[in-house]
């Protein structure tokens, strides 16, 4: 009863095509893959729950390339940003295709970035720039910045709906921030919220539908949310006479304010479009995955010989057949799952391993050197900064390549 069984298969008919065209045309090392027929599907999911009058923000960290953004902003005809790296500004400022784009900071910055950011772009695109404050003392920081520079900022305020991860907790807190806005109009000006919920998808539900929980959380948020939008409104009536950003959602909320919302009119999504493990819960059960790590096998050797206890190795396979075979990869340790084919795990006793990597696995799996591991990110933006590039499908053949940038 507690003999291991066997957990290995082969390649399923979408892995066995893409393996296929990577020992036919790929460049015989670690990739990172990106299906643009799953992206584009997940491209027509997301317009789909965001309709007008809501606007579609894209979370440049979770992209981080230029060609994937310029995708994305084709298919969803979007012109707006959340930007949370001052390196990123500076790029996309000095970008002909973004640099008239709607930026928000999707985190506040120390005002020492501020000044770098100042240094490298030109003052009437910096001056554009959503900056994101959180405290009355940043708000003070960034003031005494402006009028340094004599220039003026625009700021959404970042409100806690019960995420607890700061911002501003109470309506007298935002008032008074909106009370020095109103006295400094020649360098500050109020551009709107924003307030982040991810907590609501993990909301406990012992017994019920998940997603009727969730509803109920976002519910809450959202009344949290208006409560600052009506006290500002109230005190401040001049600040709210524009189109104001109410700026909220995220990859794993976002669709719930298809409906029942009066107060958000600005969504942000990133990981999403691609969909990395992290992002494995039941508000996407609509989105595919749509890239992944493929790593060339280098050897395979029969059955699983340790150092120093090779007189006794015979005895591993006998009792687990997942360790009948051990392949070593081009490069390991990546942050990812392994995905395809199925069954194979990292030897705990030889460690990991940047260079070589080592996995176990049935027969079943059935790979040969230079077949190809197929691995599933954790998260999309670290994997796709540290690999460069990515590897463009069609169909499940190689159609280019996309530079990536770091963060």
Known sequence: MIKPQDEGSAYNEYFSKINKELKENGFGKPVVLLDLDRLDTNLNTLSNNIPPPLHYRIVVKSLPSLDLLRHITKSTKTNRLMVFHSGDIVMLLSDPDFSSFDILLGKPMPVRALEEIYKKTKSEKFQKIHWLVDTETRLTQYLEFAKTKNIKLHLV???DVGLHRGGFTQTKETNLALEMITNYPNHLEFD?????EPHVASVPNLLGDKNIAIEKAIGSSLSLYEGFVTSGKEFYPSLFNKELILNGGGSKTYRFYKKNNKIVNDVSVGSALVMPTD???????????AFYIAAPVLKRLEGTTIPFLEFISFLFPLWNPNLQVTYFT??????AKKESPTGLFDNSLYGVSTNQGILNGSRKTNLQPDDYVF?????????????????????????GTWKCFIN
């Open 192 to 196: 709107g919220f924003m307030g982040y």
């Open 157 to 159: 305020l970042e409100i």
């Open 330 to 335: 081009y490069g390991g340790a990546y942050l």
């Open 375 to 399: 691995y599933r990110p954790t998260q999309s933006e670290k994997v796709m900064a540290e690999m460069g590039e990515v590897v463009l499908l069609r169909n499940g053949k190689i159609i």
């Open 279 to 289: 992002f494995d819960v039941s508000t996407l059960a609509e989105h595919k995955p």
